[in-house]
């Protein structure tokens, strides 16, 4: 199974958010996704979200700053092969430190406007709200 990170980090009112503008793969291309990548063999999420997050636009955090929101499996994902997302996020005013240090731009944008403004990866529009949420509804589907 493969295994990535997911990170969605807020300014600490949830004003803005930092997005990455994907040159790869070539299905993302050109949209905006949260920060992340592929875990690496022996690394755990939240040091692999510590790492992909300051490769990716030079901020260095800590693991206190993430939160393990959710997961997302694939039995079969866009590149085949069973795969796990680790999904987090951030609310803190580091992001204001936050640049392009790879080929791939980051942005800060609004939280209200980016969904209606910006290409963005099919899934934000429920993985952004989720983030933001407080608190956590779940129903249990009965027989």
């Not at 039995?75 to 204001?96: P, V």
């Not at 934000?124 to 407080?134: Q, Y």
Request: charged content about 30%.
């Amino acid at each position: 199974m493969k295994l990535y990170v997911l990170g969605f980090a807020f300014s600490a009112n949830k004003k803005e958010i930092v997005l990455i503008e994907k040159q790869k793969p070539d299905w993302q291309k050109g949209k905006l996704n949260g920060i992340g990548g592929k875990i690496e063999p022996n690394e755990v999420p939240y040091l692999a979200m510590v790492r992909e997050f300051e490769e990716e636009t030079g901020v260095k955090t800590n693991i206190a700053d993430w939160d393990l929101f959710g997961e997302m499996v694939f039995q079969t994902d866009i590149m085949g092969g069973e795969a796990k997302i680790y999904l987090f996020r951030m609310f803190n005013d580091i992001i204001d430190d936050c640049v392009t240090k790879e080929e791939e731009e980051v942005l800060r944008v609004n939280t209200d406007t980016v969904l209606s403004v910006f290409s963005c990866m099919h899934n934000l529009p429920i993985l952004i709200p989720l983030a933001l949420s407080d608190e956590f509804g779940f129903t249990t589907l009965k027989d």
